[in-house]
């Protein structure tokens, strides 16, 4: 009825079996994208943990290096039982979805020499393009107007788009700096205004 | 590099990239493209659009086009070895931190981290609309699809795979 999960602990009842089994269905309800199918799964159909939780481990995991849903499984499966949990909560994400795509690829193959499988596909590939403009228009969007992130958002671009410089190198260069920029910032909004910094 | 097997090369190149790839897999497109298609030789754009294309095509977590750059480069066992290697490094990061969060969830530089992190990831994600975009690219059909796709999304609540479904079948008449 309520929400099940005031606190962690109580995702502790979860049994291996059925984390394995919701991450599976999980990654494999999800195309071009799964965060918002687990997040659906997660808060609204099993209520294992509060929409506020669930933003909260993924505001964690969209720091952290690497695929945001394998952090956001490995997360949850840490909370439930331990290294035991998570290593079921990633198999359930990853298994079925890799044996697929790796049938599809090897399924491609055969057919690939088809003029039609290839015009498919090279329409398709124009497509996926379209969705992740779409997803980095959102993005934009999203920050909004400040100058700081404006700049440096566009220092990566052109280094990456333009000068084609590695990411490693990017991020090493760029990443220390940003977040110095972030902490004087904070600083400044938090001597302007009491109680600002406090977020969820 | 003459001799040496490239899946190791891929291998370790994504050891690295699972630790640098703050925002996701998509992020990671750009330096993959340097990598896979300009720098090694072990794939065509075309290729790396349509195995891009494939991953975004199934179901489960876009990190599969890892997983399907690693079948191209080394079969079904470069496939496993790739999405291991791209999970690994963050799966043990991830594990570490879910011990930690708690704890300094709240402190000022961890927000000051997550505020100077999410620009660089946003300018990552352009970076690889825009490389993907011309990758894809085969004339304006292939620039009027990936512009009509992006306004669907972000215009309307269609399904992406619906998009994806659609240009499939523009492709197969040959409009595209």
Redesign the interface.
């Known amino acids: 009825m309520s929400v099940r999960s005031e606190n962690w602990s109580r995702s502790r009842d979860i049994r291996l079996s059925s984390l394995f089994l919701t991450f599976a269905f999980i990654g494999l309800s999800g195309f071009g994208g799964v965060l918002p199918f687990a997040r659906h799964e997660l808060v609204e159909r099993k209520r294992w943990v509060s929409a506020a939780e669930f933003t909260d481990i993924l505001s964690i995991c969209q720091f952290l290096p690497g695929p945001n849903v394998v952090n956001l499984t490995v997360t949850f499966g840490v909370r439930v039982d331990g290294i035991r949990g998570a290593v079921a909560a990633f198999l359930g994400l990853m298994v079925m979805p890799v044996a697929i795509v790796l049938a599809l690829a090897v399924l491609y193959a055969e057919f690939s020499e088809v003029p039609q499988v290839r015009d498919a596909f090279r329409a398709i590939a124009a497509a996926a393009a379209g969705l992740l403009v779409a997803m980095a228009f959102k993005m934009v969007t999203a920050m909004g107007m400040a100058l700081r992130p404006l700049v440096l958002m566009a220092a990566v671009i052109v280094a990456i788009v333009m000068l084609r410089l590695p990411l490693f190198a990017v991020v090493a260069v760029l990443g220390p700096i940003s977040i110095a920029l972030a902490w004087w910032d904070n600083r400044a909004k938090a001597d302007g205004e009491r109680d600002t910094d406090g977020r969820p | 590099m003459d001799g040496r097997d490239p899946l190791i090369d891929l291998v370790l190149h994504l050891l690295?990239?699972?630790?640098?790839?703050?925002?996701?897999?998509?992020?990671?497109?750009?330096?993959l493209h340097?990598v896979a298609v300009?720098g090694e030789g072990w794939m065509t754009d075309?290729e790396f659009?349509?195995?891009?294309?494939?991953?975004?095509?199934?179901?489960?977590?876009?990190?599969?086009f890892v997983?399907?750059i690693g079948?191209?480069v080394g079969g079904?066992p470069g496939?496993?070895a790739a999405?291991a290697a791209?999970?690994g490094?963050?799966?043990i990061?991830?594990?570490g931190?879910?011990?930690l969060?708690l704890a300094w969830?709240?402190q000022?530089?961890f927000?000051?981290?997550?505020?100077?992190?999410?620009?660089?990831?946003?300018?990552?994600?352009?970076?690889?609309?825009?490389?993907?975009?011309i990758?894809?690219?085969?004339g304006w059909q292939?620039?009027a699809?990936?512009?009509?796709?992006?306004?669907?999304?972000?215009m309307t609540r269609v399904?992406?795979?619906i998009?994806?479904a659609?240009?499939?079948?523009?492709?197969?008449a040959?409009?595209?």
Do not use: C
């Not at chain 2, 690295?16 to 330096?31: E, F, K, Q, R, T």
């Not at chain 2, 990758?135 to 085969?138: D, G, K, L, N, T």
């Not at chain 2, 699809?145 to 972000?154: D, G, P, S």
């Open positions: 690295v990239l699972s630790l640098v790839a703050v925002g996701g897999i998509n992020v990671i497109l750009p330096d340097r300009l075309e659009t349509t195995l891009f294309a494939l991953a975004q095509a199934a179901p489960g977590p876009n990190m599969l997983t399907l079948w191209k079904i496939g496993l999405t791209m999970s490094p963050a799966v990061l991830a594990y931190m879910a011990r969060w969830g709240h000022p530089w927000t000051a981290l997550r505020n100077g992190l999410a620009p660089l990831t946003v300018g990552l994600i352009v970076a690889s609309a825009a490389l993907l975009t990758a894809a690219a085969s292939s620039y699809v990936t512009a009509v796709a992006a306004a669907i999304v972000i399904h992406p795979i998009v994806l659609g240009a499939g079948a523009l492709g197969v040959g409009l595209v």
